[in-house]
């Protein structure tokens, strides 16, 4: 298929350049930090050969996420952000912009993604899931009524927030010892994002703010599988699911978020998917340069689909999304 947009792609900088190391076995780090660094040579290369027509491109992981420190984590976020803008310029047609945010402050995190949506014309937020604060140790998620006057702002700048995985903190990862291979993409990543998701889901925090859209990865990083056990167990039993939230669990999936096909080039989780979400709802995604865009493409181009659901999830429901028609792209 010709015109995709894809839009869980990655780059570094310098500063964040090694948060990616442990990600790839030794031998492949000269790859991967190559491809990392890059966007107009091979990047571009790659996407013309399969099809697509723009990327909408975001830090790599957890970078911003994992400083400790909120006014170094401003810097960074801002310095990035700016480096990825100057990127934009140079190919407006191709690139488009997710903003790094430093979310251990609420307060400057909504001002840096209005810097990025009003001055910088980037498409959204995205974030590398919970946020360490001073003490190193402990993490922040965004359900946290703390960080409801950033989520009205999102609602307010009426862009999207795409909630990236990164690895649980030690303290939070005694069940993956002896098991290092279930971190990161293999299991963990999933894992951390769903519970992250499901938290905001169940706080109240989208009936408070209805119109927010929020996004994950690798294919909903396996809640549409898992949704109507969520909102179904023991379903005889006199009380059900307590939480904040006024309504079902399912309601807030298929009305505030949306997936990606990311590093999930799977024909049977895709079709699972489009029946719990909806095919308006799921868009195509690579995560170059931790997958491989031939991969994803050859993949989603040949996919047993309907044309018209291979056109909405490979490209319209992004430019929706992210009214990319009407900008000045
Ligand atoms: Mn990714």
């Known amino acids: 298929m010709q015109g995709k947009v894809a839009l869980e792609e990655h780059f570094a900088v310098e500063e964040t350049l090694q948060d990616s190391a442990v990600f790839s076995p030794e031998a492949d780090w000269p790859e991967l930090k190559a491809r990392l660094l890059d966007i107009h040579d091979r990047r571009l290369r790659e996407m013309d050969a399969h099809g697509i027509e723009m990327m909408l491109l975001s830090l790599n992981a957890p970078a911003v996420q994992a400083i400790p420190d909120r006014i170094r984590a401003g810097e960074i976020a801002r310095r990035a952000n700016d480096f ?98 279930l971190l990161g993409p293999t299991w963990a990543f999933g894992q951390e994002t769903a519970v992250h998701a499901l938290r905001l889901m169940g706080s109240g925090l989208f009936d408070a703010y209805p119109r927010l859209n929020i996004i994950i990865g690798h294919m909903g990083e396996g809640l549409p599988f898992s949704m109507w056990r969520i909102d179904n167990r023991n379903k005889w039993m006199s009380e059900q699911n307590r939480y904040p939230a006024k309504r079902k669990i399912a309601d807030y999936f298929r009305e505030n978020f949306h997936i990606t096909t990311s590093g999930n080039f799977r024909t049977q989780t895709l079709i699972d998917a489009m029946l719990e979400i909806g095919v308006e709802r799921i868009l195509f995604s690579a995560d170059w340069p931790f997958e491989n865009i031939d991969h994803a493409s050859d993949w989603f181009d040949a996919a047993p689909i309907a044309e018209t659901d291979r056109q909405k999830i490979g490209r319209d429901n992004a430019r929706k999304l992210f009214k990319l028609d009407r900008s000045n792209r």
């Not at 912009?97 to 307060?107: H, K, R, T, V």
């Open 84 to 181: 990825l803008a100057d990127q934009i310029l140079r190919r407006p047609g191709r690139f488009g912009g997710f903003a790094a945010l430093p979310m251990q402050s609420p307060d400057l995190a909504a001002r840096e993604l209005e810097r990025c949506v009003r001055e910088l014309g980037f498409c959204g937020a995205l974030v590398n899931g919970f946020s360490q604060l001073s003490d190193g140790a402990s993490g922040v998620y965004y359900d946290l009524k703390a960080y409801w006057p950033f989520w009205a702002e999102v609602e307010r700048l009426d862009v999207p927030f795409y909630l990236h995985p990164r690895n649980p903190l030690p303290r939070d990862s005694a069940i993956y010892e002896g098991h290092r291979w």
